[in-house]
């Protein structure tokens, strides 16, 4: 009888043990914050503490992103490793939960990732840091990488159109209203109360910023109908790097579809681009997308034909 109640308490204990070991694994979950900074296209939400890095981890051998953000724009985020890599994962240092994005969703290359952050409308915090790190396929996670960002005070409102790039270059957005009329630098208001907000980088007078905006506040008419968004190159600014850039398109502050490409839109100028200069049909098509009417835009494709007294500055140094 003995042996047997000794066989039992070592067998109970072993399980005891098994238990306390098991439980000590599994990692605590956290509130998710990071999604009052941004969501990440394809990446899935994970309520747990951002990993500790490993120098056993697929390092990151560059990284870029814009350092200047919009509220309800976009960021690209760019990765590059001398090893294979099966997730990204993004996060805000000292807040909650990550984002873990599969590199066959991210990747352009087999060591190389491209991942879109979509910028909340409402930032919380005025300047804060993006924390990026990989993992390979037995999620070992390497070494992690901060990205500082502050916030420019830019335009939501009822449409708005972003475009972010990563290299100091001239870089120029714009929009054709359903009625033809176009906002660019050119143009910056239309008589509809379509604002280009955020102007960077003008004629190679480098501002870091590297964004664009165009917004509808509450008193602009958004007409019902199509819209066209292009982008060009005004100048390569003596860059000669390869510039990753995003736009995107929002309505009532949701992503709208696009009935050519995707929205957000991912692209880029190659290197050694030249700039193509400007003027108001400059520019490449990268997002077309239609306004229905609804009950708050019914009325407004009729609004747009009243005369008004908007007076267009048209600036000759670009």
Known sequence: M????????????????????????????????VNKYFTVTGGEAVEEEFPEGKSG????????GNTYVLPGGSNLISVESESDFSNVLI??????GYYKVPATTSKSTLSAALVTLMLSTQLPDSTFNIVVALQNSSETTGIVRTLGVSLIEAGTGKLQI???????QDVDLYLIEPGGETIYYGNKTSANG??????SNVSCRIDNINNENITYGDSAIVATGDYTVRVNLWSE?????????????RVNGNIVASTINSNPYISYFPENSEGLGGGMDAGTEVIKFNVAPSKEFATQTYARFNFNNNVKVKRSDK
């Not at 379509?194 to 102007?199: A, K, M, N, Q, V």
């Open 162 to 168: 972003s475009l972010s790039w990563e290299k100091a």
């Open 237 to 249: 600014c003596d860059v000669t790097e390869r510039n990753n850039y995003v736009v995107s398109a």
């Open 57 to 64: 981890g697929p390092a990151i051998s560059n990284f870029g």
């Open 194 to 199: 379509g604002i280009l907000d955020i102007d």
């Open 2 to 33: 003995n042996s047997r109640k000794t066989i039992f308490t070592i067998a109970m204990a072993l399980v005891a043990i098994t238990s306390i070991s098991f439980w000590g694994c599994k990692k605590d979950k956290v509130e998710f914050e």
């Open 91 to 96: 996060g805000i240092e000292g807040k909650g």
